[in-house]
């Protein structure tokens, strides 16, 4: 079933909206620490990740033109108005703008990331769900601290959560078709590792030791796809 990690990593964010609904007293010390430990598992998988490369030249020039891409059309400054935007809709009264709040912070954080993409194309590509059940276990854990404090908007991020990884993993599926076997493991391959840095840096953002713009790198995924059919077509 090739939506199966989508709805997991959905249903995970549901569960763990409405628990947190009933821990609204947590300590603010315990809060920071879970989200820290939550940060360094994410980086030690995004590392772990990385270490699929079978070249590490490929996840160096996808990740430095992915960069400047990204940069160029500020996709960091794009996805925060996007999110300003919905707030705007919804904030017309107190209420109304704390589920804004838990929406807007919930989405940008469970579906702005290389992980729900690589984890539905995983799934589409491979019906290898393994990343998607990690991300909805994540997933399920953050919006427990952050439905605590944000509100039950968090709960509605679980909407473009299911509609955005599903959308990726059911075109990835004609994929396969149409490249060649060979062409698509090395993508697989290098597309892994290349996301790998960036779940690293995400999982170091959440744990607040960097503040690195990983919605920016994001183009370095396509430009790993350039290379791989570049390399296919001269061989």
Known sequence: MVLLGTLINALLIIVGSILGRFF???PETMKNTVLSIIGLAVALLGIQMGFQSTNFVIIIISLVVGAVIG???DLDKLLNRF???IELKLGKNKTESNIAEGFVNATLLFVIGSMAILGALDSGLRNDH???ITKGIIDGFTSIILSSTLGI???LSSVPVFLYQGIIAISSGFISAYIPEAALDLFIKEMTATGGVMIMAIGLNIAGLTKIRVANLLPGIVVVGFIVAIM???Q
Request: no cysteine; glycine share 12%.
């Open 24 to 26: 609204k007293n947590i």
């Open 71 to 73: 940069e160029l059309l």
């Open 83 to 85: 999110g300003k935007w």
């Open 130 to 132: 393994s990343v998607l």
């Open 153 to 155: 908007g968090v709960l």
């Open 232 to 234: 296919f077509l001269f």
